[in-house]
């Protein structure tokens, strides 16, 4: 079975970067796509972004621009690279892989933002 381990979340003054890393114990085609969401105190988790195994991508609005998921084929690793980053960027980030209807879960990284 597959396994997803995060790494890479910490905390980052406002306009700074952070990269993400989420490496698959396994291989990365064996899911359809993969990619991140996020859930930040008191409100519901949201996608951030997310790529498939074809290489279609897809961004939430709040975050085109600034973000982007590299993959890297070799390591059965992608990546979530954030840019100018804001306060409500704040949140715990999960990785995901879907295979079929099953969804795999990293056990997540915190990102904390400061003003």
């Known amino acids: 079975q597959v396994r997803l381990v995060e790494s890479g979340g910490g905390l980052v003054q406002a306009g700074g970067s952070l990269r993400l890393s989420c490496a698959a114990i396994?291989?990365?085609?064996?899911?359809?796509?993969m990619g991140w969401h996020r859930q930040a105190p008191g409100k519901q988790r949201e996608l951030v972004a997310a790529i498939t195994s074809g290489g279609t991508l897809n961004y939430a609005d709040s975050v085109k621009g600034r973000f982007t998921i590299p993959r890297d084929n070799a390591e059965n690793t992608i990546y979530l690279q954030m840019n100018s980053l804001k306060p409500e960027d704040t949140a715990v980030y999960y990785c995901?892989?879907?295979?079929?209807?099953?969804?795999?879960w990293g056990q997540g990284t915190q990102v904390t933002v400061s003003s």
């Open positions: 396994g291989s990365i085609f064996w899911f359809n796509a």
């Open positions: 995901h892989g879907d295979r079929g209807i099953s969804r795999y």
